[in-house]
């Protein structure tokens, strides 16, 4: 937070020397890059909880780096243990990575020492992974309150279009149901942690691209809408209404 836009500024020259800087170099470790988007291109965030999980996780990688596209994963610290190579990976491919709770908790009504060990934990871990970063938070379930919005150190990350897919897991349902629905500026929520939801970000992934839609994190998605990231503001959609 607090850089500004940087899409406009930074240079490709620039972003490569940043993603070059060794860790704890400060931004390098935190910003995803600046997204190379026409002006006017309809953009959209694509979202993923509760990962890592090797099997599916590693596969949607794949799949995105082959598109050349990048997303933001929401990750559960209890899950990064023996997960270090498939989080850097992620890092390395220029995906944003967030925070989802230590152990997927609500953290409205938690104490303040319960929150506290809920981000820290996992901020903590994070860290011994990717050196140090601002990784922005989505409380598990969409659920805060107003204490969990003046705790906030970073944006609360939302999302407007949500599939629901993991009531189900078909496909096909989900791919009709993004695709249906998405305009300019959403964030999508899905999750890296089934098979059915890898097949279909893919599917979404391919179609909006068809349909002349741009992917980028929502880190990009604020820069490119002219948007400064404070704590405790809420990401639903940008623009937003
Ligand atoms: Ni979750």
């Not at 009709?176 to 890898?198: N, W």
Request: proline share 7%; aromatic share 6%.
């Amino acid at each position: 937070m607090g850089k500004g836009r940087r899409g406009a500024a930074l240079t490709l020259a620039a972003a490569l020397t940043l993603a070059l800087a060794p860790p704890g170099a400060g931004p390098a470790q935190t910003a995803t890059g600046p997204a190379r988007v026409p002006d006017q291109t309809p953009l959209v965030a694509l979202t993923f909880d509760d990962g890592p999980r090797p099997a599916t996780t590693e596969r949607l990688l794949d799949g995105l780096a082959l598109r050349e596209v990048p997303a933001t994963f929401f990750l559960i610290g209890c899950q990064l243990e023996g997960n270090g190579d498939l989080v850097r990976e992620m890092k390395a491919r220029g995906h944003q990575i967030g925070i989802h709770t230590f152990d997927h908790v609500k953290v409205a009504g938690l104490s303040r020492a319960e929150y506290d060990e809920q981000l820290g934990k996992t901020r903590e871990a994070l860290t011994a992974i990717l050196g140090p970063g601002e990784w922005w938070f989505r409380p598990p379930y969409g659920l805060m309150d107003e204490e969990t919005r003046a705790r906030a150190d970073s944006p609360l990350v939302l999302w407007s279009v949500d599939p629901e897919d993991w009531k189900d897991r078909d496909t096909e349902r989900i791919v009709a149901a993004v695709t249906e629905q998405a305009q300019d500026g959403d964030i999508i929520l899905l999750h890296d942690i089934y098979d059915s939801s890898v097949d279909a970000a893919l599917r979404i992934v391919d179609t909006l691209l068809d349909r002349g839609f741009a992917f980028v994190t929502v880190e990009q998605l604020l820069a490119l809408r002219g948007v400064e990231p404070e704590p405790g503001m809420t990401c639903i959609r940008f623009p937003f209404g």
